[in-house]
């Protein structure tokens, strides 16, 4: 089962990466001085990748501790 602990965090550091790009691309958006409308426009293009990024994470932790609990 170690094999499952090593992927789910594989897929945990994936869904990592996606959350620091979703915040990198918000506080450019930011940074950029929009009006209110295009910010709030530009967090919404984000929010997909957001979601996607926190459900990735959680997947993985949950592979994590299946293979801790399955192992051990």
Not at 2 to 16: K, N, Q
Not at 38 to 51: F, S
């Amino acid at each position: 089962m170690e094999i499952l602990v090593w992927i789910g965090a594989a897929i945990s550091l994936i869904g990592l990466c996606g959350l620091v790009l979703s915040i990198v691309r918000v506080n450019r958006a930011r940074r950029a001085g929009l009006s209110d409308e295009a910010l709030r426009a530009a967090v919404q293009k984000v929010l997909p990748l957001n979601l996607g990024a926190l459900f990735l994470s959680v997947i993985g932790l949950m592979l994590v501790i299946l293979g801790i609990f399955l192992g051990g």
